[in-house]
């Protein structure tokens, strides 16, 4: 079987660099991410922010699974191209389903379009990293073992199609732990492989590029419609300014510092790199602009109001940021063993603050966000200035 499948497949080099076929892929993300956004702030509660998390975290698994699978093998020509347009049909049908993904109504039954579409993406990934393992026995026996969480995980989604709504909930939450709990058991000590730290940093940079680019689309949504106002322009800016506060957090040297640690580690220290830094703990970035995306977009929709912002509102942008801060000491921690203090702080400090957005304007509360963001950059920034140096100065 290896050596049939051998033309079908091209080994990932060292120097490896993401390909504009793969960005082709990683586009649709961007309409996921914007329906996730859309869908929290239709539903304006708590179970409405779960839902969208649940499914925000399946299709974090979707992309994470074929992230995995680009670091093995390039997808640019043959069959794994094929297979990769047929995943990226299936994720963009999935979005599409997002806004009535937990109600049932006229048309199509949008739960059970995501289910199907998710079972077909996930068929698609086993079949073809079987392919681009080639003659790797070890790795193929990887592949077959983790898609075990796979099987679980759309059972459990395919039972949430026909329960109620309020059932399905639970049951595709319980879907998405069962994913990360079964691949976590199946994967540590396993035989997965990272063969370009180069471009699987690159890869999920970009990822996090994509997401900050649902911040900026949410700048514009919530201003859409609106007479444009001085209190208007001055929320675009604070909301464009916070969202570059959260790119020179990931972008500035910690993006380069963790491709060089896991540039330097063994096999099996890259792989351990890969899964718990970046399978997992990306998802906490993510998930953090994706609600403080919603928490400007509610913020730009009242930005002329003299009322505060609210309590949804408020949980959304300052939990949003300070998830995302969190996530980064978190992803520090794993990769360079130690925790980043002032991200700590900045996070403790913006949930701290969240009822201020009880009492305040909303253009204020997305000032006091963007400030406390903007302190923790400038004192990282005058703090580490010798290691942020030595890092920039070791970029290729």
Request: aromatic share 10%.
């Amino acid at each position: 079987m290896a050596t049939w499948f051998a033309p079908l497949r091209q080994p990932v080099s060292q120097s490896q660099r993401v390909s504009t076929f793969e960005l082709l892929f990683d586009l649709v993300f961007v309409f996921a991410f914007t329906q996730v956004t859309e869908f929290m702030a239709g539903s304006h509660s708590a179970i409405g922010v779960l839902q969208a998390m649940i499914m925000l975290g399946m299709l974090w698994w979707l992309w994470s699974s074929y992230g995995w699978l680009t670091n093995q093998s390039s997808v640019d020509d043959g069959v794994l191209r094929v297979g990769m347009l047929v995943a990226m049909c299936g994720i963009f049908v999935f979005a599409l389903a997002i806004p009535t993904a937990f109600r049932r109504g006229d048309g199509l039954n949008a739960a059970l379009v995501i289910g199907i579409s998710y079972f077909v993406v996930r068929l698609v990934h086993v079949g073809l990293y079987l392919i681009a393992a080639g003659d790797d026995r070890a790795l193929r026996r990887q592949v077959l073992r983790s898609s075990t969480s796979g099987w679980v995980s759309v059972v459990l989604i395919v039972a949430g199609v026909f329960a109620a709504p309020q059932l399905q909930t639970w049951l595709w939450l319980a879907a998405i732990l069962a994913d990360i709990a079964l691949t976590c058991a199946t994967s540590h000590g396993g035989d997965w492989r990272i063969h370009s730290s180069a471009h699987w940093a690159e890869r999920h940079g970009l990822v996090i590029i994509l997401a900050l680019g649902e911040s900026v689309v949410a700048i514009g949504a919530g201003a859409a419609g609106l007479t444009l106002t001085a209190a208007i322009l001055g929320g675009a800016v604070l909301a464009l300014l916070l969202t570059s506060g959260l790119w020179w957090l990931y972008f500035d040297a910690v993006s380069d510092a963790a491709q060089q640690r896991m540039s330097g580690a063994d096999e099996r220290g890259r792989v351990a790199i890969a899964t718990d830094a970046y399978t997992f703990v990306h998802l906490l970035l993510i998930s953090g602009i994706v609600i403080s995306a919603l928490g400007v977009e509610e913020v730009m929709h009242s930005a002329d109001s003299p009322k505060p912002l609210g309590l949804f509102a408020a949980c959304a942008l300052f939990g949003g940021t300070a998830l995302y801060l969190f996530g980064h000491a978190l992803f520090w921690r794993r990769v360079g063993g130690t925790w980043k203090v002032w991200r700590l702080v900045g996070a403790t400090l913006l949930v701290a603050l969240v009822p201020l957005g009880l009492v305040t304007a909303p253009l204020a509360s997305l000032g006091i966000v963007t400030a406390v963001t903007a302190v923790v950059v400038v004192v990282e920034s005058v703090r580490f200035r010798a290691q942020r140096a030595d890092i920039h100065a070791a970029r290729p």
